[in-house]
C-alpha cells in the first residue's frame, strides 16, 4: 500500500515509494525504493519536501493512511506517456488518436478506483522547467476528470472523452514559437495575437488526426472562452459555451497559477481557489465553480492553517462536500496525526498561514 506521509515524521524505517528531483531537475534528491536515514531525512527537509510516498509494510501503518487520487507511480507512468505521445505529433503533425485515448481511459480508471468519501487530490510534480507542457497536461486530466466525477457521475464515456481532452487541449501549443512560450516577459501585443491562435491550431491537428468526438474538440477550441464572454477566440457565453470546455478551462486556470513558471511564481492552492472563487460568473461557470468546491474545497491540499486548538497544520484533503471543514495533518505531542475538522466538530480554522504573496500575473 501506498500512502503519502510528512517528512518529519518519516522513521528510519520507512521506504520511499517514488523518485524525488531537485528544483532544477538535474539531481535527483531520493530513489524510490530507498530507505529512510538520518542524514536523507535531513536532506529532504533543507530542501523543502515536505511530503513524500511511502510503502506501507502493516507494521507501522496508521488509521489514517491516505489515499491520493492517482498513485506516484501510475503519475509517473503517465507523464512519460503523454510526453511520447507529443514528441509523436511534434515529429508526425498528427495525434496518435488511439494511445491518447488509451491514456485517457488510464487516467479515468484510475481516478474512479480512488474517489471515494475523502479526496486526497494529487498531481504531477514538475521536474524540469522544460517540461511544463507535458506535466500541465496530466494535471488538466486529472483535474478535469475528478470535475467530470461530479458533473457526469452516471456517463463513464464522457468522462473519459474530457481527460481525453484535458491531455490535449493545449496541443496547438506545439504550432506557437518557444521564444514566446517561454518568454519571461509581457507579452507584446503581436506576441499575445499568435499565442492566441493555439486554440484554432489544436482544433484543426486534432480534427486532421481522425479525432471527431465533440466532447474532445470542443475542449480544445473553447477553453479559453469566459462565462461572461470576453474570453477568445470565439467570444462565447454562458452556456453557449460546451460544458466540457468549461470544465477544461476551470482545471487549465487551476493548474497554471499554481504552477511556476519563466515569466510568473507559482500561487498557493488557497489563494487559486479564492481568485476562482471570486471570478465565478464573471470568468467561469458558477455550477462548476461549487462542483470545484464540493471536490477539493475553499482549503484545498497543501494550504497551512492555524487552529482552534493552537495547532499548525497542512491541508491533506477532505471529506468529498465538506468544503469548509478539511481534513489537516499537525504535530501533536506524539508525532504528527490527521485532524478530520468533520469529524471533530469543536475544532475550526482560525486563519490560513500565508507565506510569500504570488506574482499577480496571470499566466499566458
Known amino acids: 500500500m501506498i500512502r503519502w506521509k510528512q517528512v518529519k515524521a518519516l522513521t528510519f524505517r520507512d521506504v520511499i515509494a517514488e523518485t524525488i528531483m531537485g528544483k532544477n531537475g538535474g539531481d535527483v534528491l531520493v530513489e524510490s525504493g530507498q530507505t529512510i536515514t538520518p542524514s536523507l531525512r535531513h536532506t529532504l527537509i533543507q530542501k523543502g519536501v515536505r511530503w513524500v510516498c511511502v510503502l506501507g509494510d502493516g507494521a507501522h501503518q496508521e488509521e489514517t493512511d491516505i489515499h491520493p487520487l492517482v498513485s506516484p507511480k501510475n503519475l509517473d507512468r503517465f507523464g512519460e506517456e503523454v510526453n511520447e505521445i ?3 505529433i511534434i515529429l508526425e503533425g498528427r495525434v496518435d488518436k488511439e494511445r491518447a485515448e488509451t491514456l485517457g481511459k488510464m487516467i479515468t480508471n484510475e481516478v474512479v478506483r480512488n474517489f471515494g468519501d475523502v479526496i486526497i487530490p494529487s498531481l504531477y510534480r514538475l521536474k524540469e522547467i522544460d517540461q511544463y507542457t507535458f506535466t500541465h497536461q496530466v ?16 456517463d463513464m464515456d464522457r468522462i473519459q472523452k474530457v481527460s481525453v481532452a484535458g491531455l490535449l487541449h493545449d496541443v496547438g501549443k506545439i504550432l506557437v514559437p518557444q521564444e514566446i512560450l517561454k518568454n519571461r516577459e509581457r507579452l507584446s501585443d503581436m506576441e499575445f495575437l499568435i499565442i492566441r491562435k493555439h486554440p484554432d491550431y489544436g482544433y484543426e491537428i486534432a480534427e486532421q488526426s481522425g479525432i471527431d468526438e465533440p466532447d474532445i474538440l470542443d475542449p480544445i477550441l473553447y ?8 474570453g477568445y477566440n470565439a467570444a462565447l457565453a454562458g452556456d453557449s459555451i460546451p460544458l466540457t470546455s468549461r470544465i477544461i478551462m ?5 493548474d497554471a497559477l499554481t504552477t511556476e513558471r519563466p515569466y510568473k511564481k507559482a500561487w498557493s492552492t488557497y489563494q487559486t481557489v479564492s481568485y476562482i472563487i471570486r471570478e465565478s460568473a464573471r470568468i467561469f461557470d458558477p455550477d462548476l465553480v461549487n462542483a470545484f468546491l464540493q471536490t477539493f474545497g475553499i482549503y484545498p491540499a ?7 486548538t493552537g495547532e499548525e497544520g497542512e491541508v491533506i484533503g477532505m471529506r468529498k462536500g465538506c468544503i469548509s471543514r478539511p481534513l489537516v495533518s499537525v504535530d501533536g505531542k506524539n508525532g504528527w496525526k490527521n485532524r478530520d475538522l468533520d469529524r471533530e466538530k469543536t475544532i475550526r480554522i482560525l ?3 500565508h507565506t510569500v504573496e504570488p506574482d499577480r500575473s496571470i499566466s499566458h
Open 351 to 353: 486563519r490560513v498561514i
Open 250 to 254: 476551470l482545471a487549465d486556470v487551476y
Open 86 to 88: 507529443y514528441n509523436d
Open 223 to 230: 477553453h479559453h472562452e469566459r462565462w461572461d464572454g470576453r
Open 139 to 154: 494535471n488538466v486530466s486529472i483535474i478535469s476528470t475528478t470535475l467530470a466525477m461530479m458533473v457526469f457521475p452516471d
Open 302 to 308: 497543501g494550504t497551512r492553517v492555524l487552529l482552534s
